[in-house]
């Protein structure tokens, strides 16, 4: 079967993903000149920049969590604040409050800490929902109503949010709508004895000055381009069944999984997939996206939208495992292009 859509030859097309990836390259280069390891969540943080997505990352601390996104904002020259959430915390603290001058008896406006390009939101189930919700409206419109009147946040921007594993003591579970605005949830793990052993040795060595390698006006034209990326309807097709199998597993004869899920994904995560498997095919250096791109990125955009039954937690299930007998049923596309004729 041919595929509905063939790229033909461009030199400059070539020459403009050259490039891209070498950007890309030199901007990962600065980032694991300090941080450790961690590969798989730093590209994860990489895609989400590029297709505009929000990342919730679960891990203990001191995995570097907060190190890499300072990192990363300091390798395109753009801000970076980091919100402790605490049980204390009112919307105000976040979005920014409007002020009463008693000297010119005006009202001023005073913007929150969310204006800025990358936002660590840390140990966010700490907050109370009110505050929570307060971050709606600024992950999905990129923007913050004070008092009427509305505010755009700089772009680019992207929203990361970490919780604790361990603690639940004092913890406000995140609504399912503001799980759902994330792009993905990423699991971040202990490093090996090897890279810990690196670890050990940079941090109590010297400091290493991190350089600026990108503009915020670059990495905009980046995420211009990352919508681009080609993907083929298949792919598409194979993201609509993937989500849909979470909400009706009859329907694709996975009989078995349905009494495992309450609620399956939204249509945002077959949105998220797509966009995911162009940003990661881009990192990967091509205009177009292989249904490789997208495994690997079903785990991390489906595990925070499922909800499982009670049956599924009393049998030690996980949203992994759910997702590993969905994904070993529903079998990708053959790649949908012939992309060794673009290597000609």
Known sequence: MTPLFEPAFNPNTMQENQDTAQLMEHILYEVKRVVVGQDRFLERVMVAMLAQGHLLVEGVPGLAKTLTVKTLANTITGDFKRIQFTPDLVPADLMGTRIYNQKTGDFSTSLGPVFTNLLLADEINRAPAKVQSALLEVMQERQVTIAGVSHKVPSPFLVMATQNPIETEGTYPLPEAQVDRFMMKVLVDYPTDEEEFVIVQRVT?????????????????????????????????????????????????????????????????????????????????????????????????????????????????????????????????AKPLAHEKLAI
Not at 229 to 244: K, T
Not at 253 to 277: C, H, M, Q, V, W
Not at 286 to 298: G, I, K
Not at 301 to 318: D, I, K, M
């Open 205 to 333: 060595g010297p400091a290493v000055a991190v350089s600026s390698v990108a503009t915020t006006e670059q990495l905009a034209a980046l995420q211009a381009e990352c919508r681009r990326v080609y993907v083929d309807p298949s792919l598409v097709q194979y993201a609509v069944r993937l989500v849909s199998c979470t909400r009706n597993p009859d329907k694709h004869g996975i009989k078995d999984l349905a009494r495992f899920i309450t609620y399956g994904a939204s249509p945002r995560a077959t949105i998220n997939l797509t966009e995911g498997a162009r940003a990661l095919a881009m990192l990967r250096g091509r205009s177009y996206a292989l249904p490789e791109d997208m495994t690997d990125l079903v785990p991390d955009v489906l595990r925070h939208r499922l909800v499982l039954s009670y049956e599924a937690l009393s049998e030690g299930l996980t949203a992994d495992i759910v997702i590993s007998k969905i994904m070993s049923k529903i079998p990708p596309p």
